[in-house]
């Protein structure tokens, strides 16, 4: 037994709502159709989801990158706010440094709940050096050559360990010597 067929209405509103970047789920919330008929609707007229969506970002950046041209102050705007972005990133660096250091060996628990806190550091400021990217149009195509450091968490062996306290106390020592001189 067959269902009842889409009308052309439903047809316009799944087709808009795909390229809004919803879900085929709710779009067969809102049209009232099954979401299988929702599949072959988007197959049938090569529906890729957010196609709107990645229109208007690029309309709005293209739009931003000629008011950005055309006003000295939304550049200083702008060169303000990656300054900050910078100093922002370099204290994170510093922080997680900080981190790393001060990771006790002798308790696992607190050590992994001081590297999930330093990887949420991390991802937000990932996401926000992606969104800033995106804002101003340099997508990784223009900057695929650059090398960007690595952050490496390895465990270290009890030997790892007392050789680098090791050199850490002999560090300090000739440091409170050169003071003494």
């Known amino acids: 037994m067959r269902g009842k067929h889409a009308t052309l209405s439903q047809i316009k509103q799944a087709l808009a709502l795909r390229a809004a970047g919803m879900t085929k789920a709710l779009i067969a919330e809102q049209t009232g159709l099954s979401i299988s008929t929702i599949g072959r609707i988007n197959k049938r007229f090569n529906a890729p989801k957010g196609t709107a969506v990645k229109r208007l970002i690029a309309v709005a950046q293209s739009d931003m990158l000629a008011k950005l041209a055309d006003d000295d102050g939304l550049r200083l705007e702008v060169a303000k706010l990656m300054h ?98």
Do not use: C, F, W
Not at 106 to 114: C, H, M, Q, V
């Open 84 to 181: 900050e972005d910078m100093a922002l990133t370099r204290l994170l660096r510093e922080k997680v440094a900080e981190s790393v250091d001060a990771l006790r060996t002798d308790d696992p628990d607190a050590a992994a709940e001081n590297l999930r806190a330093l990887n949420s550091a991390a991802s937000a400021s990932i996401t926000l050096q992606k969104a800033a990217r995106t804002a101003i149009g340099a997508n990784e195509d223009r900057i695929a050559d650059v090398d960007l450091p690595v952050l490496r968490i390895e465990e270290m062996t009890a030997a790892e360990i007392e050789q680098l306290r090791q050199r850490q106390q002999d560090e300090r020592e000739q440091d409170d010597t050169e003071l003494a001189h």
